[in-house]
Every structure is written in C-alpha cells, then in structure tokens.
C-alpha cells in the first residue's frame, strides 16, 4: 500500500537461518504514525521481522532504512539505532533485583545519558501514562504479568523512540490481563505513535491498525486494510489461516 511519509523502509529483504530462507524478498513501509499488525501462522518470520528491524538479526541482502538511514552495521550508530527503536517482547525481560522506577529509568540514564533526577522524573510521567503511578517502588515479581508487560512499555517508551515493536506481547498473560496491555497500545496508537505489532489479538488488529500484514513461509503475502484483510483476504494461505483463528 502507498505510504505518505515513510519512516521504516525494507526492500528485498532476504534473510537465511543456515538454509532456512527465513525472510523472502520483503518489501514494507511503515509510514509515520501509522500501525501495522502482523499475523500470520507460527514459523513464518514473524519474530525475525520485527529483529532484524532493530538489527539483532543481520540480514543477507536488500537495505532497512529508518527515517531515511540505512541500518548502521556496528558501533556507536548501533546503540543510537536501538533506542530510536522501542522493543517490547512476549517475556518483558525486566531486571528483578530492581524496583520499577529503576527498571524504567535505567537505559534513559546509561544509553540517553539523562542524570537520575530527570531519568526518574521521566518514568514516574510514563508509569502514570500506564496506570502504574503507585506501584513505582515495588519489585517485578510483586505485579501481575499485565503490569509487568506496561512497565515493559514503559521502558520502551522511556527512550523517546521513533517506533515501537511489539512481538506478541499479551501471549504470555493471563486472559484477564490481556486488555489492559492492549489497552495502553491503542492509547499510544491514538497518540500517534508509529507501532509495528506482531499479535493474535485479531479485535486490536480491527480496531488499531491501519494495515495489516500477513505473512506465510517468511513472505509478506498480504497487506491491506484490516476491513478487507478480514473480510476479503485473497491468498489460500490467509484464508485458511482465518478460518483456524477467528
Ligand atoms: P514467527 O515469529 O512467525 O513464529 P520466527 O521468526 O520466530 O517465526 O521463525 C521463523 C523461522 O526461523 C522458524 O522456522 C524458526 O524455527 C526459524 N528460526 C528462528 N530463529 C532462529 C535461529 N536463531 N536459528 C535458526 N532458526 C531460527
Ligand atoms: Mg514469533
């Protein structure tokens, strides 16, 4: 589909896993403030899109563009890469010997060289934005998995990132806890953040996305509006995908 102001840019993106050819000539554009839902069945390249996006994966051939820079290889470019890219994955990954303001303010302070003061501040204005304004000083393991996760958002968004991905990040919760991490995202998506989401939650991708891009055999097959995804979908591949799903 035809992007007004593109900020993340793959073309011929190709990507093997030894002789698995995980990722098959992708061509995406993510435009700015724009939300693109990826689905698609388990194994086809989901997870590897969204790292090679960040380059925690390397890629074999084709160029990743962000806001106009292709992919920095290594070095300090890397690092400044990493936190214009928000991650928040299935496991949120926070440090459990720390409380979560310290979770949240930790990268701003070593990565965007903010002092503590202002790192905090930061984080204290972020955990409000996610409803977790009291539970500040208390440790991961004393929240739920749905708080956890918007700590995790928190953190993310800590860095003033240009984009934020989201690979799967309500599949490890509780159902009861699913909604208020998707919740906060379609806050943040109505805020104008520019979001790639890989998930299951097919209301979200209805409600939130203005694209939706199914993948099958680490090839972006469809990408369409999510009224006529759902409604229409034209591959074999996407139909029977939705028939299992929904
Ligand atoms: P999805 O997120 O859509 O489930 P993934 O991107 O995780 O798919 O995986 C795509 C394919 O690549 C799968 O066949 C998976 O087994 C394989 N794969 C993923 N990571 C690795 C890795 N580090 N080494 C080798 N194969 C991998
Ligand atoms: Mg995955």
Request: contains cysteine; glycine residues 6%; charged residues 25%.
């Amino acid at each position: 589909m035809a992007v007004v102001d593109p900020l993340i840019e793959l073309r011929d993106v190709n990507k093997f896993y030894g002789q698995l050819h995980v990722l098959q000539d992708i061509n995406l554009t993510i435009g700015r403030g724009e939300v693109v839902v990826v689905i698609g069945p388990s194994g086809s390249g989901k997870s590897t899109l969204c790292r090679t996006v960040n380059r925690l994966e390397s890629i074999e051939s084709g160029t990743i563009t962000i806001d106009g820079q292709p992919l920095p290889e290594e070095g300090k470019g890397l690092a400044a890469l990493r936190a214009d890219v928000g991650m928040v994955f299935q496991s949120f990954n926070l440090f459990a010997h720390k409380t979560v303001l310290a979770n949240v303010s930790l990268a701003q302070i070593k990565v965007r060289r903010r002092k503590k003061d202002e790192a905090d501040r930061r984080s204290r204005e972020l955990l409000e934005r996610v409803g977790l304004a009291s539970q500040a000083d208390k440790y991961p393991a004393q929240l739920s998995g749905g708080q956890q996760q918007r700590v995790a958002i928190a953190r993310a968004l800590a860095m003033d990132p240009k984009v934020m991905l989201f690979d799967e990040p309500t599949s490890a919760l509780d159902p009861e806890m699913i909604n208020e991490v998707l919740e906060v995202m379609q806050q943040l998506a109505r805020d104008g953040m520019t979001m790639v989401v890989v998930t299951h939650e097919m209301g979200f991708a209805r409600s939130a996305a203005n694209r939706v891009v199914f993948m099958a055999d680490g090839r972006c097959i469809e990408d369409r509006a999510p009224e006529d995804f759902f409604n229409h979908p034209e591959s074999d591949r996407a139909k029977d995908f939705l028939s299992k799903i929904l």
